[in-house]
């Protein structure tokens, strides 16, 4: 199937929360007003009808006849069935951006599902198309293609054929996209709607008993005080480990439900999906893995080990992994200062990217602060063509965050400029997606360090540049070892809470 956007998550976890907040008061946070005024807007209800009645004329036109009309039409076709992905897109992208903003609001909640609902009932009556285009024999195709209106949607018609050997008969994949709802995605929710609503209790050291969200535990992981990150790490333990039953399940009704799609799809490997959708072969995954792991004792096993002597232990205990180095100034660093550096870096490489860079902080497009129930880590959202993207951060004022941000903001410019390939040609696949990302971190970076002329903070620098590039290769290789092996157990029966931890520690 063809129908997920990329948007790009960053891992939870090694953002920042500060003790000092008058230095982050009055973060901005964005305004979804340019996709829809509101979730009861007559707009966004005239969105669902306009989506409604155009998938029905389309279904009754083309339904069992994309084969037979000529290339002129094909074209049209598909110009159409653009313009309605476009619709969906906008609302799925509305209802995705204001239910990440708070997760804990079983209003939104129920908001993103009814939207999610409706859009699933629509997109339905759309699927015959790619399905069809897939039936068509190679000759048949190529005469349609030769017209222009249909060629310049080469790139799209090659991406949806990748899937043609996998694809299932017209019923039964209106049933797999129709029971979806009530499937994958609601366990997602559940797991997302469970984590936005744990707290995680912590004695700050004035001795006041708080109550933290997930991205505020997290972040005391990267205090400058030691006692803070035990005391961290242990809550952080003991409250995922008080529901480590529903966790449990949760991965193993996923990895489940994963293993009877791609046994009817007829996939080699549970990766295999993915990869055909990265648009890379099981080889060259396969070949990266193979490296990665190999370099383990060269690259992260060498640096903890470097680590634990600044620290003056023999083996860090594990809420030390991202502490920052002893002569770390623990400063927070100020929003407005936070978007000079990022906007000045990337204006040092080209004044373009700076330019279209700064639109993110006019309008504004990024929802920065943490709050209760907001989605954790990081992520840029594309949304539309005929809109913008929207990025979303849990800013606590560390230099991580400030990668972060130049990171988030990487993929928000690129978006930015992929906008006018359109709707169906816009999105890239995950592989390519993270050169524009990590490219605006390191300018970023570059930048930070030209500036500081002092050895130790340099030293400090550095450090953090390290652990964020172990953290971006060494541990994102470590958990697709841990998928894969996950949901090769699987195959055989569940796993226990157990067995998943063994596998944990093991990679
Ligand atoms: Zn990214």
């Given at each position: 199937?063809?129908r997920h ?5 960053s891992?939870?976890g090694?953002?920042?929360?500060a ?5 982050l008061?009055?973060l901005?946070?964005?305004d ?8 009861e807007?007559a707009?966004?209800?005239?969105g669902?009808?306009?989506a409604?009645s155009a ?7 083309f ?6 009309i000529?290339g002129?039409a ?7 069935y653009?313009a309605?992905e476009?619709i969906?897109?906008?609302i ?12 804990s609001?079983?209003e939104?909640?129920?908001?993103y599902q ?7 009932d629509?997109?339905t009556r759309l699927?015959f198309?790619?399905?069809?285009i897939?039936?068509m024999?190679?000759a048949a195709?190529a ?19 990748a899937?043609?050997?996998?694809q ?6 209106k049933?797999l996209?129709?029971?979806?709802v009530a499937?994958?995605?609601a366990w997602v929710?559940?797991?997302?709607e469970?984590m936005?609503d744990?707290?995680?209790?912590f004695?700050s050291?004035?001795g ?8 505020e535990i ?5 205090d400058?005080?030691?006692a803070?990150?035990r005391?961290a790490?242990l ?5 995922l480990?008080?529901?480590i039953?529903?966790?449990?399940l ?8 994963k ?8 996939y080699?490997?549970p990766?295999?999906y ?17 490296a990665?792991t ?10 903890y080990?470097?680590k ?6 023999e083996a ?7 502490a920052?180095?002893p ?40 929802d ?8 954790s ?5 594309p949304t539309?063509p005929s809109?913008?993207?929207y990025l979303?951060?849990n800013?606590?004022?560390r ?7 130049a990171?988030e903001l990487?993929h928000g410019v690129h978006?930015?400029l992929?906008?006018p390939?359109?709707?169906?040609m816009?999105?890239?696949p ?7 990302s990590?490219f605006?971190?390191m300018l970023?970076f570059?930048?930070?360090l030209?500036a500081?002329?002092?050895p130790?903070?340099r030293?400090v620098m550095?450090?953090g540049k390290v ?5 971006t290769v060494v ?6 070892d841990f998928?894969?092996?996950v949901?090769d157990e699987r195959r055989?029966?569940?796993l226990?809470a157990?067995?998943?931890g063994d596998?944990w520690?093991e990679t």
């Amino acid at each position: 199937m063809t129908r997920h956007k990329t948007f790009v998550f960053s891992a939870p976890g090694e953002a920042g929360i500060a003790e000092d907040r008058a230095t982050l008061a009055d973060l901005p946070e964005w305004d979804l007003a340019d996709l829809y005024p509101g979730r009861e807007s007559a707009e966004l209800e005239a969105g669902f009808d306009q989506a409604e009645s155009a998938a029905k004329a389309f279904e009754a036109r083309f339904e069992g006849k994309v084969g037979d009309i000529d290339g002129a039409a094909f074209g049209a076709a598909i110009i159409e069935y653009e313009a309605q992905e476009e619709i969906l897109g906008r609302i799925m992208s509305y209802a995705f951006l204001v239910y990440a903003g708070n997760q804990s609001d079983p209003e939104l909640a129920k908001f993103y599902q009814g939207a999610q609902e409706r859009c699933t009932d629509i997109s339905t009556r759309l699927i015959f198309f790619t399905l069809e285009i897939n039936r068509m024999d190679e000759a048949a195709l190529a005469e349609k293609m030769a017209v222009p209106a249909a060629a310049h949607y080469a790139p799209w018609v090659r991406d949806v054929r990748a899937f043609r050997d996998h694809q299932l008969s017209d019923e039964m994949e209106k049933i797999l996209h129709e029971k979806m709802v009530a499937g994958r995605t609601a366990w997602v929710r559940l797991f997302d709607e469970t984590m936005a609503d744990l707290r995680f209790p912590f004695q700050s050291g004035t001795g006041e008993h708080e109550s933290l969200t997930e991205s505020e535990i997290l972040h005391k992981l990267s205090d400058k005080d030691g006692a803070v990150r035990r005391q961290a790490g242990l809550s952080l333990g003991r409250v995922l480990g008080e529901n480590i039953r529903q966790f449990a399940l949760i991965t193993n009704t996923l990895a489940k439900d994963k293993e009877i799609d791609d046994r009817w799809r007829r996939y080699a490997q549970p990766v295999s999906y993915r990869n055909l959708s990265n648009q890379v072969e099981d080889q060259v995954v396969e070949a990266l893995r193979g490296a990665v792991t190999l370099a383990y004792p060269d690259l992260s096993h060498r640096y903890y080990a470097l680590k634990s002597r600044w620290f003056g232990v023999e083996a860090l205990d594990f809420w030390d992994r991202n502490a920052p180095l002893p002569q770390d100034d623990n400063r927070v660093i100020p929003w407005a200062e936070a978007r000079k550096t990022v906007l000045d870096a990337y204006g040092d490489f080209s004044p373009e990217l700076a330019t279209i860079g700064q639109r993110f902080f006019d309008s504004p497009w990024i929802d920065v602060p943490p709050r209760p129930g907001k989605a954790s880590g990081a992520f840029a959202h594309p949304t539309v063509p005929s809109a913008h993207p929207y990025l979303l951060l849990n800013y606590q004022g560390r230099v991580r965050d400030v990668m972060t941000l130049a990171h988030e903001l990487g993929h928000g410019v690129h978006q930015v400029l992929a906008g006018p390939q359109g709707a169906l040609m816009s999105d890239t696949p995950l592989t390519l997606a993270e050169t524009a990302s990590v490219f605006g971190e390191m300018l970023t970076f570059r930048a930070l360090l030209k500036a500081e002329d002092d050895p130790a903070r340099r030293r400090v620098m550095l450090a953090g540049k390290v652990e964020d590039m172990l953290n971006t290769v060494v541990r994102q290789i470590s958990m697709f070892d841990f998928e894969c092996r996950v949901h090769d157990e699987r195959r055989s029966g569940e796993l226990t809470a157990e067995r998943l931890g063994d596998i944990w520690l093991e990679t």
